[in-house]
């Protein structure tokens, strides 16, 4: 366990009955016996680059154990089990160029060309835009080293110092010629005769591999691997991990948040925890939502659309800070002419203007879009998780998939429902919160659609501001029928 949310994820797991191993001197002194600062970590739960959310990596019984904690307790963050498993070998059919065929019909990415037609063996090193990438080659996975055939031995970056040789040293030992050894961060714990052993049987596993693929001859999975899951954070589930790290141990109103922020943040969040004020925790949490507010200003600023597959979009224009607590943006971009605009099916053409209205904490991003002399040509209302800072110049949020639309031809409509519906990435409770959200915000446009047309800044305002995180009456609910949701309908 690992990283900003290493606390609060550490709680969940305890109580859940899932033992955590491996635990940092901080984490020792927080949970004592509940945790170990030794033994063998067979499932990795780290800060995703970003720091707005985590990754998941491990043994797919283990792994999958641990995603329904994180499915219960942060019901509104997608979670994305990517497809294929991590180091898994499989034999591949070549479609041409980089993309490979795998098993069921799935398409991955091949890293170098294949002739078409062509069965290769490879194994999953990355995942791009929600697809596998493989490498030329079989791997296999012990609990503390990795085979990969054609590979030089290496040593994990987490064991320094003189067991570093050590382990090269076993490794070269072994002569398992054609295979490289990857020591992982676990062998750091364990008895050389335990090593040795679990290199004969990879070394025996490896040649039987290499039996089994001269057989195949379509797509097939030849090995296990490991699962790998994305579960980028929204504003909802970091305030309630928030909670969930306060029992351990003093923790400000937005600490997650604050965290994710970067460093500068950070260092404050915990020079301010160890000293705290009597302030209560409403004005404690003012206070940190304005120095991240404070640091966003007018100029350039990113908009960073995150799909629930972990694709990043930026969209880039001139803001101007319109309004604080929250804070509200005003963003301008010049759209290039061709084609038309998603959902609406109006065409883009030069010199059209779009305007997005940007609240911080909001679970939707309007857009109108203008042509060259000012009339308006659309709205397209994007649903998403609640929208962060990014200090000094961005914001973030996910993507929820379903988006409301507006134009004078067609009136308005609900668009991607049902990719919404069908989406395994977000719980059944999200699913209804978000589809509830696109309805509300409909029903808006539908009521209001002259204010829509003739004011559309304004009208946009409101909307963003009334669908949100800090300006809801209370704590968004995910139950059906009650709190905040049921609000909006009322």
């Known amino acids: 366990m690992k990283g900003i949310y290493a606390t609060a994820l550490t709680e969940l797991l305890v109580e859940s009955g899932i033992p955590v191993v491996d635990a940092s001197p901080q984490l020792k002194a927080r949970f004592g016996d509940s945790v170990s600062s030794r033994g063998v970590a067979l499932v990795t739960v780290k800060d995703k680059e970003d720091r707005r959310g985590v990754v998941v990596i491990g043994k797919k019984d283990l792994a999958q154990r641990v995603l329904e904690v994180l499915k219960t307790?942060?019901?509104?963050?997608?979670?994305?089990?990517?497809?294929?498993?991590?180091?898994?070998?499989?034999?591949?059919?070549?479609?041409?160029?980089?993309?490979?065929?795998?098993?069921?019909?799935?398409?991955?990415?091949?890293?170098?060309?294949?002739?078409?037609?062509?069965l290769v063996v490879a194994h999953v090193v990355s995942f791009r835009e929600g697809r596998p990438v493989l490498r030329r080659g079989a791997a296999v996975v012990g609990v503390y080293a990795r085979l990969v055939e054609g590979g030089a031995h290496g040593v994990s970056e987490h064991i320094r110092g003189p067991q570093r040789a050590t382990l090269l040293s076993l490794a070269e030992s072994f002569g398992l010629k054609g295979w490289g050894v990857r020591w992982r961060s676990s062998a750091r714990w364990a008895d050389p005769s335990v090593l040795s052993e679990e290199l004969r049987s990879l070394g025996d596993l490896a040649e039987r591999v290499r039996e089994r693929v001269r057989e195949l001859n379509r797509p097939e999975?030849?090995?296990?691997?490991?699962?790998?899951?994305?579960?980028?954070?929204?504003?909802?589930?970091?305030?309630?991990?928030?909670?969930?790290?306060?029992?351990?141990?003093?923790?400000?109103?937005?600490?997650?948040?604050?965290?994710?922020?970067?460093?500068?943040?950070?260092?404050?969040?915990?020079?301010?925890?160890?000293?705290?004020?009597?302030?209560?925790?409403?004005?404690?949490?003012?206070?940190?939502?304005?120095?991240?507010?404070?640091?966003?200003?007018?100029?350039?600023?990113?908009?960073?659309?995150?799909?629930?597959?972990?694709?990043?979009?930026?969209?880039?224009?001139?803001?101007?800070?319109?309004?604080?607590?929250?804070?509200?943006?005003?963003?301008?971009?010049?759209?290039?002419?061709?084609?038309?605009?998603?959902?609406?099916?109006?065409?883009?053409?030069?010199?059209?203007?779009?305007?997005?209205?940007?609240?911080?904490?909001?679970?939707?991003?309007?857009?109108?879009?203008?042509?060259?002399?000012?009339?308006?040509?659309?709205?397209?209302?994007?649903?998403?998780?609640p929208i962060e800072p990014c200090p000094p110049d961005a914001v973030w949020y996910v993507d929820a998939f379903v988006d409301v639309v507006w134009s004078d031809k067609d009136g308005v409509r609900i668009v991607d429902l049902d990719e919404l519906r069908n989406s395994k990435a977000f719980s059944e409770q999200a699913v209804y919160k978000l589809e509830v959200i696109a309805h509300k915000v409909a029903e808006m446009l539908k009521h209001e659609e002259n204010n829509a047309r003739n004011d559309p800044l304004s009208f946009m305002k409101k909307m963003a501001l009334g669908i949100n995180f800090f300006t809801a009456p209370q704590t968004p609910s995910l139950e059906r029928g009650t709190g905040w949701v049921a609000s909006l309908s009322s």
């Open 221 to 385: 999975k030849v090995t296990e691997g490991e699962i790998l899951a994305l579960v980028p954070l929204a504003l909802d589930d970091k305030r309630r991990l928030d909670g969930i790290r306060a029992r351990r141990v003093p923790t400000l109103p937005y600490h997650h948040l604050a965290k994710a922020c970067g460093e500068k943040y950070s260092a404050l969040v915990d020079a301010l925890e160890r000293f705290p004020d009597r302030r209560s925790e409403a004005e404690l949490a003012d206070k940190v939502l304005e120095l991240l507010e404070s640091e966003i200003a007018g100029g350039r600023l990113r908009v960073v659309h995150e799909t629930p597959i972990g694709k990043s979009i930026e969209l880039r224009g001139e803001a101007t800070v319109v309004g604080r607590k929250p804070l509200v943006i005003e963003l301008r971009r010049r759209i290039s002419g061709g084609g038309v605009y998603d959902g609406l099916g109006v065409a883009k053409e030069e010199g059209d203007t779009a305007v997005s209205l940007i609240a911080l904490g909001s679970y939707v991003l309007p857009h109108a879009y203008f042509s060259a002399d000012g009339v308006l040509k659309g709205l397209y209302v994007n649903v998403n998780t």
């Open 73 to 118: 307790a942060l019901a509104l963050s997608p979670i994305v089990v990517m497809p294929g498993e991590l180091y898994a070998t499989y034999v591949c059919r070549a479609l041409g160029g980089t993309l490979v065929e795998l098993p069921g019909g799935q398409v991955g990415y091949f890293e170098e060309g294949a002739k078409e037609g062509e």
